[in-house]
T-cell receptor, first 109, second 115 residues
Framework: GQNIDQPTEMTATEGAIVQINCTYQ??????LFWYQQHAGEAPTFLSY??LDGLEEKGRFSSFLSRSKGYSYLLLKELQMKDSASYLC??????????WGAGTKLIIKP | ETGVTQTPRHLVMGMTNKKSLKCEQH?????MYWYKQSAKKPLELMFV???????ENNSVPSRFSPECPNSSHLFLHLHTLQPEDSALYLC??????????????FGPGTRLTVL
């Protein structure tokens, strides 16, 4: 079957760095997405990786290892507004997104 | 503002009611999606439309009936729902569907409560 695993909840301190991990098992693979979802709001796109390696976009970076079925989202210089759920989703051979349940990130002052 | 709007934002209905959810995208996209989001569960893909044609129906009960009159509008018609159908219903759109890296843009969702 197809499956995405990510931690349910994480806590970090303002100004620090946090890494949110995601492992996936899909029928075929056409890339890995990360989305951010604030409470009561729509998910918004953060990143897309299809090749191995690290993609950096400002304070956020995303890493992919296809051989390990593993990705992480790295958030630097954490701000209070980064408190949100972070959704990992892998695109399967039919180009459908298989979603994780999301990681709720709590930022403390 | 993602360019995808949904109405209503909140809906309370009884099990015998009939209601419809509406989604509109202003992005010129050709693919539209309905998702169900329940607390602490992964997003569940319900339906996919590509160029107004339904291309995916993930074993959704017939009490949910989608309609896509054109590439900009998507409806979800609801009838004789069950309390377990209470959830956040999200609409999304993307440029093409069926293509790698095709980012999906989400609407704010309709919070549905079935009494």
């Amino acid at each position: 079957g197809q499956n995405i695993d990510q931690p349910t909840e994480m806590t970090a301190t303002e100004g620090a760095i946090v890494q949110i991990n995601c492992t996936y098992q899909t029928s075929g693979f056409n890339g890995l997405f990360w989305y951010q979802q604030h409470a009561g709001e729509a998910p918004t796109f953060l990143s897309y990786n299809v090749l191995d390696g690290l993609e950096e976009k400002g304070r956020f970076s995303s890493f992919l290892s296809r051989s390990k079925g593993y990705s992480y989202l790295l958030l630097k210089e954490l701000q209070m507004k980064d408190s949100a759920s972070y959704l990992c989703a892998a695109m399967d051979s039919n180009y459908q997104l298989i979603w994780g349940a999301g990681t709720k990130l709590i930022i403390k002052p | 503002e993602t360019g995808v709007t949904q109405t209503p934002r909140h809906l309370v209905m009884g099990m015998t009611n009939k209601k419809s959810l509406k989604c509109e995208q202003h992005l010129g996209h050709n693919a539209m999606y309905w998702y169900k989001q329940s607390a602490k569960k992964p997003l569940e893909l319900m339906f996919v439309y590509n160029f107004k044609e339904q291309t995916e129906n993930n074993s959704v009960p017939s009490r949910f009936s989608p309609e896509c009159p054109n590439s900009s509008h998507l409806f979800l018609h609801l009838h004789t729902l069950q309390p377990e159908d209470s959830a956040l219903y999200l609409c999304a759109s993307s440029s093409f569907g069926g293509q790698g890296g095709d980012e999906q843009f989400f609407g704010p969702g309709t919070r549905l409560t079935v009494l």
